[in-house]
């Protein structure tokens, strides 16, 4: 299928979907369309995933790889300046103890927390992703979300994490959301013309079955997401494997369809090494290798970070180390 | 970008110790054969040997049932259900707590990955004896009939495709309903037989309650004709079994056989197409292929035949082949150079009569006997490919117009033992379930088992279940009272 334009996602759409006008009814019917998921199947593979034992040399340069895909993440209402510069200069300085640690992918904060956080990074490679949207809810009116957009991009987000209508999402009304993220991403372009990555949040914890992650991967796709995300991480289950699983497949068959590569991003509830590796098996194994670098995978974690960093001291130095020995940024308050 | 290459990670082989040789285990002990020809079991993977083991001549077998017979008699039938239900217990918790051992073992002696009787063959083995103790004592409320009662010694013959399980599936329900038994593994895969011996010493089982013969079709052949025996179960080969069928005819013997397969794996335009993938992969390379309930026929809509062969190629070269004892390993090596012998004849002559062969061509280590996974396609059901069960990892894919065509292609076969429905649809499933002529049929999914669920087969498949309730009638008589 050809995709002719991708500046004007709904033109794509239309194009994808064999219709001559975008309606809800068109977009139902590709969703509704698109191949059931099972879930104790889905469930089955995710474990069998789960069950890979990668050691020596393989697991080094996956803790690497994981280390240098998180997104390290605060997003409370008790973030402070000083809270988000020390998370930023944990992500310049992962492991003080060991230079040669990769830098996570990005620093994830508030809109407001934006400008400080870009100003501790400097000019490190290191991104700046923004929540926006009226996040975690999604609970406001299209002007205000991009006000909130557009507030982040303005204080220098290179990255823009936003949520879906989860609640037009469930009542059928597939267009609207559509439109949202379509308008989202116009708004994520500067005035220089460069734009912010859009990370769509789908929060699969709201939506429940599978059925529907594969539905909304494949809405937000359409409508022109440059990742797609699990989670807010306010939501309980947040990111698992057979989500994310679901989640691959449809990136995945999104390249065969239309040659473009989409983004994947688990958030929320991977806090160990284990875990992220799990991850990478299912990236490496169900997308592909071509997911297996941070333009195309993320975590999105807070804590995730130390694991990888005591298992990376641990096949250093052959032992294990201690919390007392990783740096913390970012330890709970309470 | 370097890729994300597994490093090697064996399982320890240090959890086994191996004797240099095996003797036979009757009435509680390792005792000598007597006029046999010791013979070698070798790792399939690697073709080291790795023991030398006993083959128990007529002599033998007349030894091992007459101690089943005596620890029948004075012992086995005179105790309670509820002390029968304790020795299972005894030996279900024992081989969990050396469930590493015995998966081990059983990676060496029969080739199949350790994930696999990590994961599958050791605890379901396991899994079958806690159920089994559970009905030792409840037998009167089985609805088996009035006043059910053991057969007495029940000769059993096991294959070498699941030596462990299927050791589990026979002696447990037979131990449950107060038969002892006379046992004789496969000569190729006799090493987790003899290691359960020592489970069941370790356990202090009654001697003679479970004995256990090594050798090849001549020790078989011995149990089955053997006028001491008074029940048979055997599962294996349709040959052989028809060859039991026949010997044990106007005797009183009673038999159960689980013979072969060629099983149907439908797959309907609206299945969840990544699951059924999944399931198409594990319902022929699971073991090497070597199931007898293996999918090895995909029927699979005409409409979306294409897609899912593209998709199931794809997720072929993702699969694992190599080191049994990789923990990463998906598919490991074929059972026997006879077996490889014969799935390399028969792929010929599928390409012979025109079916178009494709694998991943990925490399197979150099010594031990490999097979890789292979998929046929524009196979006709007049093949002998569709037709014959060639028990290693080769597919045979078929295409169906409507659920009618599925069915009369399903059904279209000498075997019967299962087959597996890939349908969102639940109508579909039960219509499909109700019209399938074969034992066990999955609904989106393929090859699980649980001890809870009966398994047997229709027609050339063989007759009696095991497992589940049904499995307990193959090992109780029954009156009718006046």
């Not at chain 1, 934006?114 to 000019?123: H, K, P, W």
């Not at chain 2, 690697?46 to 001549?57: G, N």
């Not at chain 2, 293996?294 to 794809?314: N, P």
Request: proline letters at 5%.
């Amino acid at each position: 299928m050809s995709t002719p334009d991708s500046a004007d996602p709904t033109a794509r759409a239309r194009d994808l979907l064999g219709v001559s006008r975008l309606t809800n009814r068109a977009l139902s019917g590709a969703l509704h369309g698109l191949h059931g998921v099972d879930q104790v199947g889905c469930e089955l593979r995710a474990a069998a995933l789960g069950t890979r034992s990668i050691k020596a040399d393989s697991k080094r340069w996956a803790i690497d790889l994981a280390i240098s895909m998180i997104d390290l993440t605060t997003l409370e209402g008790a973030d402070t300046p000083g809270k988000v510069r020390g998370l930023a200069t944990r992500a310049l300085v992962p492991d003080p103890s060991d230079p040669s640690t990769p830098s996570p992918a990005a620093v994830c904060v508030y809109g407001d927390m934006v400008a400080t956080a870009r100003e501790t990074l400097g000019d490190s490679p290191i991104r700046v992703a923004a929540v926006a949207t009226a996040f975690p809810s999604g609970r406001a009116s299209l002007p205000v979300k991009l006000a909130d957009t557009k507030d982040a991009i303005a204080a220098g987000a290179d990255e823009i994490d936003m949520v879906i209508d989860r609640g037009a999402f469930l009542a059928g009304d597939y267009l609207t959301v559509f439109r949202e993220i379509v308008a989202v991403k116009q708004a994520c372009t500067r005035a220089d013309g460069r734009a912010a990555r859009l990370k769509v949040i789908m929060e699969t914890g709201e939506l429940v079955t599978l059925d529907n992650v594969r539905r909304a991967s494949w809405l937000c796709m359409l409508a022109g997401a440059d990742f797609i995300k699990t989670s807010t991480g306010k939501i309980s289950p947040a990111a698992t494997l057979p989500v994310t699983l679901v989640m691959l497949e449809a990136v995945r068959d999104w390249r065969e369809h239309t040659g473009d590569m989409v983004g994947v991003k688990p958030a929320g509830g991977i806090r160990t090494s284990k875990d992220a590796i799990s991850f990478l098996v299912a990236v490496h194994e169900v997308a592909g290798e071509d997911w297996l670098d941070n333009q195309w995978f993320r975590f999105g974690a807070s804590s995730l970070l130390n694991d990888l960093i005591l298992q990376r001291q641990r096949m250093t130095i052959g032992a294990y180390s201690g919390a007392d020995y990783i740096a913390d940024d970012a330890p709970s308050a309470y | 970008m370097p890729t994300f290459d597994y490093a090697p990670a064996p399982e320890s082989r240090s959890v086994v110790t191996l004797a240099p040789s095996y003797d036979l285990f009757i009435n509680g002990e390792f005792v000598d054969a007597s006029g046999g020809t010791p013979f070698a079991t070798i790792n399939p993977a690697t073709e080291e040997t790795l023991a030398m083991v006993a083959e128990a001549s007529a002599a033998d077998v007349d030894r091992a049932v007459k101690a089943a017979r005596t620890a029948y008699t004075r012992v086995w039938s005179r105790m309670s259900g509820a002390d029968r239900g304790k020795y299972l217990y005894r030996i279900a918790r024992l081989l969990q707590e050396r469930s590493r051992e015995f998966a081990v073992l059983e990676t060496l002696d029969n080739g199949k990955p350790i994930k696999e009787t990590r994961d599958v063959d050791v605890p379901l083995a396991a899994a079958h004896f806690f159920y089994h103790a559970g009905w030792a004592d409840k037998l009167e409320y089985a609805t088996l009939g009035a006043n059910p009662r053991p057969y007495g010694v029940v000769g059993q013959v096991i294959p070498w495709n699941f030596p462990l399980l299927m050791l589990a599936w026979k002696i447990a329900p037979a131990l449950a309903c107060g038969n002892t038994v006379v046992l004789k593994p496969a000569e190729t895969t006799p090493l987790t037989a003899l290691l359960f011996a020592e489970i069941c010493q370790q356990a202090e089982l009654p001697p003679g309650v479970v004995n256990i013969v090594t050798g090849a079709g001549a020790t078989g052949q011995a149990i089955v004709d053997h006028p001491g025996i008074d029940k048979l179960a055997f599962t294996g080969s349709t040959a052989v079994g028809k060859m039991i069928a026949h010997a044990i005819a106007g005797t009183r013997k009673k038999a159960t056989l689980e013979l072969g397969g060629k099983a149907a794996n439908i797959i309907f335009d609206d299945a969840p197409i990544d699951q059924a993938i999944e399931g198409i992969v594990s319902g022929i390379f699971f073991n090497q292929g070597q199931v007898c309930c293996a999918g090895s026929r995909l029927l699979v809509q005409e409409s979306i035949a294409e897609e899912v062969v593209r998709r199931f190629k794809r997720r072929l070269e993702t699969l694992r082949v190599g080191d049994p004892l990789d923990k990463n390993t998906d598919v490991g090596a074929i059972n026997s150079a006879r077996q490889l012998a014969r799935i390399t004849e028969l792929a010929a002559v599928g390409e012979a009569e025109g079916a178009v062969r494709w694998d991943t061509g990925c490399p197979l280590p150099k010594n031990g006997f490999w097979f890789r996974p292979t998929v046929f396609t524009e196979v006709s059901q007049s093949h002998r490919i569709a037709q014959e069960e060639i028990f290693g990892p080769v597919l045979s894919v078929l295409t169906f117009r409507t659920p009618g065509e599925a069915v009369a292609k399903a059904n279209n076969t000498p075997y019967g033992l299962s087959a597996g429905v890939w349908t969102e649809k639940g109508s579909r499933i039960l219509w499909m379930a109700d019209q399938l002529r074969a034992g066990v049929i999955w609904a989106n999914t393929f090859n699980r088992f649980d001890p809870t669920s009966p398994f047997g087969g229709y027609k050339e498949s063989g007759y009696g279940r095991e497992g589940g309730r049904h499995g307990l009638e193959a090992y109780v008589r029954t009156e009718v009272s006046a």
